[in-house]
């Protein structure tokens, strides 16, 4: 299926990932966990050098919307299907970025920095898990004036789909609410994603304030319940049940009446649950042999990437799903979100375009 030229546009913090094996001791050192996803504090600054001195480390472009789009470019094969808003620095790290995600097809349109460098991401693997810290630097520095802007704004208006990251809401939730109001007024689905805990549980008045506009809801477990424990959910039968909270969310107030909020949550290896209105449905994940997980570190923005692929082709929910679970499992037996050159991704035959 052909798409158009900027058919999903994202917006979010472009961040160069730096990945290494380090281990608990490495973690204890920087008051950090396993599978931790947390932005840089003043104590967390020295841990980049001390990575890059004394580990084995290898730069991969990431940041989690640019990663969701680069495995849709990948999914479709077709260049220039998304369009990308974030702020990067005037430096060397920045071309890297701008290098990578051109080269996986992704169109992006940076707003430069001058005075910050380009944001990084340390990538922590212990065996099979991993922890993220992230210091945006320049990626804090996005300003609504670069989304202003006609030529910039003008490729808003030529989407028909919208991704934007929870991560994004500390940067520029004005950029975000922009951009939801607009796919709302048009009638254009807007997708969100609960990104992490800390986004929950910190900036819960601007995840309040953009949940009216979202038509799909991406979250784990662990999001979706401190989500939940925010908003400290009535009439829920189990607190800790992602189910009652995926329904609970499903049914929060619509800006668009018209379209059924989809939510839906992964699990790791165990069931996806997807809501949509009052209907529940759950997908099994095939677990791959431990040997085979190099790093699970980008499975849930290649989920997202897998999901998103389809679903703007206008592929019935159950392939959006399947590929996502497939998209993930590549990605896992792979350092950072990166995947095989070829993408040879065959969905099961069901009734497509019957959303």
Known sequence: MELAEGTLFGMGNPLLDIMADVDEAFLEKYKMKANDAILAEDHHIPMYDDLVKNYQVEYVA????????????????????????????????????????????????????????????????????????????????????????????????????????????????????????????????????LSAPFICEFFTERVVAAMPYVDILFGNETEARAYAKTQNFKGLIDPEDVTDIALKIANLEKANSDRKRIVVFTQGSDPVIVVQGNRVLVYPVTK????????????????????????????????????????????????????????????????????
């Open 62 to 193: 990431g940041g989690a919307c640019q990663n969701v789009l680069r495995v849709v470019q990948w999914m479709i094969g077709q260049p220039n299907v998304c369009t990308f808003f974030g702020a990067v620095g005037a430096d060397a790290n920045g071309k890297t970025l701008a290098d990578s995600a051109t080269s996986a097809g992704v169109n992006v349109k940076y707003q430069i920095v001058e005075d910050h460098p380009t944001g990084t991401c340390a990538a922590l693997i212990t065996g099979t898990n991993r922890s993220l810290c992230a210091y945006l630097a320049a990626a804090n520095h996005f300003t609504k004036s670069h989304l202003d802007k006609a030529d910039n704004f003008a490729l808003v208006e030529k989407a028909r789909f919208y991704y934007i990251t929870g991560f994004f809401l500390t940067v520029s939730p004005e950029s975000l609410q922009t951009v939801a109001e607009y796919a709302a007024k048009n009638s254009r689905p807007f997708v969100f994603n």
């Open 288 to 355: 791959l042999p431990a040997e085979k997980i190099k790093d699970t570190n980008g499975a849930g923005d290649a989920f997202v990437g897998g999901f998103l692929s389809q679903y703007i082709q206008g592929k019935h929910l159950d392939t959006c799903v399947e590929g996502g679970i497939w998209a993930a499992a590549q990605v896992i037996q792979n350092l950072g979100c990166t995947f095989p050159k070829k993408n040879t991704f065959e969905a099961t035959p069901i009734r497509d375009n019957q959303n």
